[in-house]
């Protein structure tokens, strides 16, 4: 990957917890086929439970599909500079509208977080960034998100838990490796990636890492 020294596995900084720099994954459940998508930013999420107190909640790796990127950005972006690309907002948008497979993984940091409390998080930024994007949209599809975060579902330390957008729009989710729910809705996938490379991302500084890289996989199509 370019600028970055990464290895077999990429370590997120701030808590130590190691990415595998691509990720082999079945999708599209009637036609089911092998893709691979590499590691293209890390970065983690933090909640202040006190005023002096702030605990790393999980760390995260973006992964896109290097074929899709090439199809769907590489007319229009190819010839412009690495350098330019992560201050180009248009750039993020089109990353967010295009149908492009891309997946987010979590892996949980700290002991003793609920299930109910990491549906609540996301149901929240989720709504708001619909909300921006198409005030007129179907919400069922954020309730049929939520629904697939039950009670029982322990998150002990290290847990992964992985979303994946496929190109037609399905955001699947899964936890510790098994599914546990998917919903096809393209705008809850982009508001739901919105919150790692669109508008007050939860890192500034992967959201600009996602874009130099993905910018440099463009360069190599």
Known sequence: ?????????????????KFPTSLDSWLVRDNPYLTTEVLVGIGSR?????????????????????????????????SVPVSELKNRSEFYEDLLREDIHMSVRLVVNIN????????????????????KMNPSTDYNCLQAFGSYFKQDIPLPVGTTINFRQTADGELITEI??????????????????????????????????????????????
């Open 176 to 221: 510790g490796g098994k599914l546990i729910g998917a919903v096809h809705s393209k705008d809850l996938c982009r508001a739901f990636f919105d919150m790692y490379i669109g508008d007050v991302p939860v890192s500034v500084q992967a959201k600009e890492e996602i874009a130099q890289n993905v910018a440099g996989l463009i360069r190599r199509c």
């Open 112 to 131: 003793g977080l609920k299930i109910n409390t990491v549906r609540d998080a996301f149901e929240k930024s989720i709504r708001n960034r619909l909300e």
């Open 46 to 78: 933090s909640m202040r439970i006190i005023k002096i107190k702030t605990l790393k909640v999980y760390a995260f790796g973006l992964y896109v599909h290097p074929d899709s990127v090439c199809e769907k950005l590489g007319p229009k972006y190819a």
């Open 1 to 17: 990957m370019p600028n970055l020294n990464w290895g077999r596995d990429a370590t997120e900084p701030k808590t130590g917890i």
